[in-house]
């Protein structure tokens, strides 16, 4: 089954606790990105890959790192996560010009 | 002008009704456009592509403008499982993929 994957689907963890967010597609897509969803502002891209090693930031990369080693991974880390971090976080994945697939969601909330 | 602009809603209608939105994209290089629903606290899910000839997809009919910039979704018959976000999406040049924040249907019995 076409699916994008992530994990954990919830975390609760502290100021400053480093963590990572899985990602992992099995469509062969070249283009992988992170989204943030808070209530009224919408999906906001945080940072993106068009392939292997190439990434680039979106509109809110702040606080964030990404890694792009093999095709199908795209991990999300926040080195050193601050309340504001809290979110719904979507990881997705397409290509070029087409349909976009989207990843369950991460239900994250920093203390 | 915002990329991309929909009405946030919420639309109230009741079961039966026809509804529909617009959705304006200021980037006229855009190249290909999409419509996704939403279910609270879940991921987007497409809905229907949208062509410039248009498409149709049993009650649901999404048409292209390019003249005017702007996309449209139709609903017939609305049923309550319909309610949701429905999000405009394009994607413009150098690929770039593009939401616009969403409209809010809430259809009542």
């Known amino acids: 089954e076409a699916q994008v994957t992530q994990n954990p689907r919830y975390l609760i963890t502290v100021t400053g606790k480093k963590l990572t967010v899985t990602c992992s597609q099995n469509m062969n897509h070249e283009y992988m990105s992170w989204y943030r969803q808070d209530p009224g502002l919408g999906l906001r891209q945080i940072y993106y890959s068009m392939n292997v090693e190439v990434t680039d930031k979106g509109d809110v990369p702040e606080g964030y790192k990404v890694s792009r080693k093999e095709k199908r991974n795209f991990p999300l880390i926040l080195e050193s996560p601050s309340p504001n971090q809290t979110s719904l976080y979507f990881c997705a994945s397409r290509n070029s010009g087409d349909t976009q697939y989207f990843g369950p969601g991460t239900r994250l909330t920093v203390l | 002008r915002k990329e991309v602009e929909q009405d946030p809603g919420p639309f109230n209608v009741p079961e039966g009704a026809t509804v529909a939105f617009n959705c304006t994209y200021s980037?006229?290089?855009?190249?290909?456009f999409f419509w996704y629903r939403q279910d609270c606290r879940k991921e987007p899910k497409l809905l229907m592509s949208?062509?410039?000839s248009g498409n149709e997809d049993g009650r649901f009919t999404a048409q292209l403008n390019r003249a005017s910039q702007y996309i449209s979704l139709l609903i017939r018959d609305s049923k309550l499982s319909d309610s949701a976000t429905y999000l405009c999406v394009v994607i413009g040049g150098y690929s770039t993929l593009t939401f616009g924040k969403g409209t809010m249907l809430l259809v009542s019995p």
């Open positions: 980037n006229s290089a855009s190249q290909s």
């Open positions: 949208v062509y410039s």
